[in-house]
């Protein structure tokens, strides 16, 4: 360690151009959102697919958000193993179980997904334990008009749970997580973080609406549908693809070492 900055090997060297890349922004991915407050100290995971394999990328149990790297992301397979991590000496990070059991049951059964991001936000934590779960009540909110919710059932460590997690996400790109928090994913890593950025505001603006204990205005079901529907795949631009490169600029202008 070097004035409060781990020292760890990089491990570019060690794998495919390929994973490289997803190295990189998985690590973008993390530092994003933490830059964005929706990190949780250690907790939470975000994980990216290696391409052309089965295994995905996942933070070491110890890091915060604020100081992943490509190179402190750690492999596994789909049955949890770990595959290859680096040298992280005395501290010797491994990963966290609840981690390994959400992300790999998403991976597994929906392979088209890059990457998948859970958070612990708290706007993201008090639309969970809302009985109404989130409302279709902002134009950002009606993107997720067709959300899914998965019942509580502790802290996910029993693998059993994976059947119940995929059902409860199907074909869709969000999970809200009963009484815990969100469950995102995207094709890429910027679509995955670009559907978090924006259910993070839908959740924020909903209770900060709610908080001023006035009637809150609704909207008509047929344009809930139509707005619902402009942002399906097919009907615009894939998700992330323009703000990633911009996104990627700043946290190039704030702190580079994410690529390390």
């Known amino acids: 360690m070097s004035e409060g900055v781990l020292q760890i090997p990089s491990m570019k060297d060690r ?32 994980s990216v697919r290696v391409p ?13 958000y604020e100081e992943i790297t490509a190179s402190s992301l750690i492999k596994v397979d789909l049955a949890g193993n770990i595959i290859s991590k680096p040298d992280f000496g005395a501290l010797d990070y491994g990963i966290n179980q609840a981690g390994y059991v959400i992300h790999s049951a ?12 859970h958070t612990h936000s708290w706007a993201s934590m008090a639309v969970s334990a809302l009985d109404c ?15 899914g919710y998965h019942e509580y059932q502790g802290v996910v460590l029993d693998e059993a749970e994976k059947a119940s997690l995929v059902r409860d996400l199907g074909t869709g790109e969000a ?3 009963r009484n815990h928090g969100a469950l995102v994913v ?32 609704d909207v008509p ?25 911009a996104l ?12 390390s």
């Open 133 to 147: 779960g989130l409302l279709p009540i902002t134009q950002t909110a009606m993107r997720f008009l067709k959300v």
């Open 175 to 177: 999970l809200i997580l």
């Open 186 to 217: 995207g094709r890429t890593s910027g679509e995955a973080f670009n559907w978090t950025h924006r259910l993070e505001l839908a959740c924020r603006s909903q209770i900060a609406a709610m908080s001023c204990n006035t009637k809150l205005r």
């Open 221 to 245: 079901p047929h344009v809930l549908e139509q707005t619902w529907n402009n942002y399906q795949p097919g009907t615009r631009r894939p998700y992330g693809l323009m703000e990633w490169a």
């Open 15 to 46: 794998c495919s151009a390929g994973e490289w890349q997803a190295r990189v922004d998985c690590a973008a991915c993390y530092r994003l959102v933490d830059l964005y407050g929706m990190s949780d100290m250690m907790a939470n995971h975000i």
């Open 106 to 117: 998403i991976h597994e059964a929906r392979p088209e997904v890059g990457c998948v991001i």
């Open 52 to 64: 052309g394999e089965e295994s995905f990328l996942i933070n070491p149990y110890g890091m915060m």
């Open 248 to 259: 990627l600029r700043k946290l190039d202008r704030i702190d580079s070492s994410y690529r």
